[in-house]
């Protein structure tokens, strides 16, 4: 592996790999007996806001011995029209490796290729690869496993996560049912691309959310959507509540990537009863992408 750009083009062994040095690197929190990062300066190119994604890439490559250097998109030549892919060629000469946080995924497709450095998505409008690490972690922290689990995502079906959480469920296997409204859906030929049985996409949050042992929710406008009343509007059937959790698994658990919002996508009741498991989905972020910048680091 030399960059993360995507779950699509993971393969299984690499995910669970990754989960793996994951766990033992929470394990060993504070002890770490290599520091694969000693000496290095890793850049963190951002042109939307975080809180987990930054703080938890700048505290990881400290851990590893290395230097973060968080560079917002505003801040540096790229917010007033400088080209992606010369931005990349300058950095690629002076830093170890890039963190990028932007809209399109061409923009971290064209610096990964253009700068010759390991480098990885920390968001983009296609897909968050670093979230579903993390969330695959936690499912298997919480319940053992994903093998042999049904796993619903009620709310937007077309966005960064749910594509992430479509590319890991045809790799590993386990049943994903997606609920969303027709017009947030995949388009077709993204569903041919995926080519996936064990995927199924419903309008009824209550078919999806039947026996699973894992709810996820995000927000209803992603980033860059803010404003989209039209689109919000198709979402109030969508809301992770008690009602809609009646259906689920007993003992399930239930997801949410983070920031929420209390009163759309989940209910206040659900998000503080399942506090546990969703603080503990964004602890996990720190380690799954710690685990990532060992992989990566050369
Ligand atoms: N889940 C997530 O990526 O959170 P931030 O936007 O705060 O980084
Ligand atoms: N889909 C959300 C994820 C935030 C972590 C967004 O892109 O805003």
């Known amino acids: 592996m030399k960059h993360l750009l995507t779950i699509e083009h993971l393969t299984a062994a690499e995910i669970g790999g990754l989960i793996d040095s994951a766990a033992a690197l929470k394990a060993e929190r504070g002890a770490h007996a290599t520091q694969p990062l000693a000496g290095q300066t890793w850049a963190m190119i951002f042109t939307k806001s975080s809180t987990r ?133 995949p388009d077709a030929q993204f569903i041919a691309r995926l080519n996936a049985p064990n995927i199924t996409i419903t309008p009824d949050p209550a078919e999806a959310v039947e026996g699973a042992h894992v709810i996820n929710t995000d927000v209803w406008l992603s980033m860059g959507q803010e404003g989209q009343a039209e689109k919000e509007a198709a979402f109030g059937p969508y809301q ?38 969703i603080f503990q989905q964004a602890e996990n972020r720190l380690h799954a992408q710690k685990a990532v910048l060992a992989a990566l680091a050369r």
């Open 53 to 185: 994604t930054r703080v938890s890439f700048e505290v990881g490559i400290r851990e590893l011995g290395g230097s973060p250097m968080f560079l917002s998109g505003n801040d540096i030549q790229l917010g007033r029209g400088e080209p992606i892919i010369d931005t990349a060629r300058v950095l690629g000469r002076m830093v170890h490796g890039a963190i990028i946080r932007t809209f399109a995924q061409q923009d971290v497709e064209d610096f990964a290729k253009m700068s010759g450095i390991p480098t990885i998505n920390a968001l983009t409008d296609d897909e968050h690869p670093c979230q579903i690490l993390a969330d695959l972690l936690t499912v298997r922290e919480k319940l053992g496993g994903w093998e042999g689990k049904r796993i619903a995502f009620v709310g937007d079906g077309f966005s960064n996560m749910t594509i992430s959480w479509m590319w890991a469920a045809k790799h590993l296997g386990f049943d994903l049912a997606v609920a969303c409204p027709g017009d947030y859906s």
């Open 240 to 277: 992770v509540n008690g009602e809609l959790l009646k259906a689920a698994a007993t003992g399930h658990i239930v997801l949410h990537c983070l920031p929420a919002y209390r009163g759309k996508e989940i209910t206040e009741e659900v998000l503080e009863a399942h506090a546990g498991s």
